[in-house]
């Protein structure tokens, strides 16, 4: 099974920072990758797919790169709405999550 | 605009069998997977499984033994069933929309419309 693990864990910033998430897979999956934010007592919404394409309606300040083993999710200027958990998700595999708390 | 409502039992005792229903509403049930996710109380995200309106299913590994997902397209609905569950299956419950497919080459774009949640207490 594949494997996907996510640094930080645990992420402390301020408003207006830019931030970088990192998800590894254990083998290669190509650019079969989203990213979701999830605030909580809230369903997950989906934020980037295929690695590096915004779902429809999420602000630009959201970007995904990478392929194969190593994905980013980027947040330029961090906005309040932004503090939340974060997963990385290939078919059939969540990564364990980072938390994004206010500084 | 595509909306998922999802409703079932919210508390079973061990040995019992869980059992949801998703509803979909305003899209296309064909032509997409339906999949069942689920969150243990300060836990990460789990996938349980899917499957499309032809019946054809994936599940989970760690759950394959105990998971049936079914679907009933007269209805536009799919539904889960886990059996002999454990006070380790108490989690909330999630249906959601997948963006797959394989023309005119593979392709996974993610989970994009997500029902409200259930949430299951096993307990005796």
């Known amino acids: 099974d594949i494997q996907l693990t996510q640094s930080p864990s645990f992420l402390s910033a301020s408003v207006g920072d830019r931030v970088t998430i990192t998800c590894r897979a254990s083998q290669g999956i190509s650019s079969y990758l989203a990213w979701y934010q999830q605030k909580p007592g809230k369903a997950p919404k989906l934020l980037i797919y295929a690695a590096s394409t915004l779902q429809s309606g999420v602000p630009s300040r959201f970007s995904g790169s990478g392929s194969g083993t190593e994905f980013t999710l980027t947040i330029s200027s961090l906005q309040p709405e932004d503090f939340a958990t974060y997963y990385c998700q290939q078919p059939g595999t969540f990564g364990q999550g980072t938390k994004l708390e206010i500084k | 605009q595509v909306q998922l409502q999802q409703w079932g039992a919210g508390l079973l005792k061990p040995s019992e069998t869980l059992s949801l229903t998703c509803a979909v509403y305003?899209?296309?049930?064909?032509?997409?997977?339906w999949s069942w996710i689920r969150q243990p109380p300060g836990k990460g995200l789990e996938w349980i499984g899917e499957i499309n309106h032809s019946g054809s299913t994936n599940y989970n590994p760690s759950l394959k033994s105990r998971v049936t997902i079914s679907v009933d397209t007269s209805k536009n609905q799919f539904s889960l069933k886990l059996s002999s569950v454990t006070a380790a299956d108490t989690a909330v419950y999630y249906c959601?929309?997948?963006?797959?497919?394989?023309?005119?080459?593979?392709?996974?774009?993610?989970?994009?419309?997500w029902g409200q949640g259930t949430t299951v207490t096993v307990s005796s």
């Open positions: 305003g899209g296309s049930f064909s032509g997409y997977y």
């Open positions: 959601a929309r997948v963006r797959t497919g394989t023309t005119p080459r593979y392709y996974y774009y993610g989970m994009d419309v």
